[in-house]
C-alpha cells in the first residue's frame, strides 16, 4: 500500500520479554517518527529519524527502549526486559523532509498489552 | 509538563451546529500549529494548521483560530457533521529547534443527530 504500515498490529507479551516492533513508511519520506498512546493520554514523542540517523532520541523512556532504521526506509523500535507500563499504542509516522509543513503520515499503530 | 493541553476530553454537538474545540500551550518557542483528526484504529491523520504569523486559517468547513497573546488555539468545524465524530489532537511545533511535534491529549467529539 501507499501507506505507513505498522507490524504486528496487536501484541500482548508476559512482563520481561523483549519485543519489536515495525514500521515502514511511505516510499521516498526521509523523516520518520515513533510516538506512543498510553490509556488517557496523549501521543508522547519517543525518537525521530532523518534518514538513517537519530538527531533526537529524547522521548525514547528508559535504556530499554532502542530503535535503528535502515536504508532509509524501516525502523525498528525494540522493547527489552518490557513492564506493564510500556503497555501502549505505538505509533510510526513518516513525513516528506521534515516539519515545514508539518504534516506527519501516521501508520494505524501497534497496540502492545504487557501482562 | 504537558506543554500542549486540551482541557476539554470530550465534546458533543448536534448536527449542523458549531464544534469548537481548544488548545492552550505554554512554550513561546512553538510557531506552527496543527490539529490532527483520528478514528478509533486508525492512525491519526492531518486536518488542518496554522503558522505563527497567521492568526487565522480556514479549509472548507474547519477553520482555525491563532491568538499568540493568550497562546491559545481553536478549531471551528461549521457545520458539524455525524463523520466528524473523532478524537482531535492538537499538536505544536518549533520549527527553528527541532523537528518534532508536540501533541495534547486530545478531545473526543461527539456530533450527534
Known amino acids: 500500500g501507499a501507506g505507513v504500515s505498522q507490524s504486528p498490529s496487536n501484541k500482548v507479551t508476559e512482563k520481561g520479554k523483549d519485543v519489536e516492533l515495525r514500521c515502514d513508511p511511505i516510499?521516498?519520506?526521509?523523516?520518520l517518527y515513533w510516538y506512543r498512546q498510553s490509556l488517557g493520554q496523549g501521543l508522547e514523542f519517543l525518537i525521530y529519524f532523518q534518514g538513517n540517523s537519530a538527531p533526537d532520541k529524547s522521548g525514547l523512556p528508559s535504556d530499554r527502549f532502542s530503535a535503528e532504521r535502515t536504508g532509509g526506509s524501516v525502523s525498528t523500535l525494540t522493547i527489552q526486559r518490557t513492564q506493564q507500563e510500556d503497555s501502549a499504542v505505538y505509533l510510526c509516522?513518516?513525513?516528506?523532509?521534515?516539519?515545514?509543513?508539518?504534516?506527519?503520515?501516521f501508520g494505524e499503530g501497534s497496540r502492545l498489552t504487557v501482562l | 509538563d504537558q506543554q500542549v493541553k486540551q482541557n476539554s476530553p470530550s465534546l458533543s454537538v448536534q448536527e449542523g451546529r458549531i464544534s469548537i474545540l481548544n488548545c492552550d500551550y505554554t512554550n513561546s518557542m512553538f510557531d506552527y500549529f496543527l490539529w490532527y483528526k483520528k478514528y478509533p484504529a486508525e492512525g491519526p491523520t492531518f486536518l488542518i494548521s496554522?503558522?505563527?504569523?497567521?492568526d487565522k486559517n480556514e479549509d472548507g468547513r474547519f477553520t482555525v483560530f491563532l491568538n499568540k497573546s493568550a497562546k491559545h488555539l481553536s478549531l471551528h468545524i461549521v457545520p458539524s457533521q455525524p463523520g466528524d465524530s473523532a478524537v482531535y489532537f492538537c499538536?505544536?511545533?518549533?520549527?527553528?529547534?527541532?523537528?518534532?511535534?508536540?501533541f495534547g491529549t486530545g478531545t473526543q467529539l461527539k456530533v450527534e443527530l
Open positions: 509516522a513518516s513525513s516528506l523532509i521534515g516539519l515545514n509543513t508539518g504534516e506527519l503520515f
Open positions: 516510499s521516498g519520506h526521509t523523516a
Open positions: 496554522i503558522s505563527s504569523i497567521k
Open positions: 499538536a505544536a511545533s518549533d520549527t527553528g529547534g527541532g523537528n518534532k511535534l508536540t
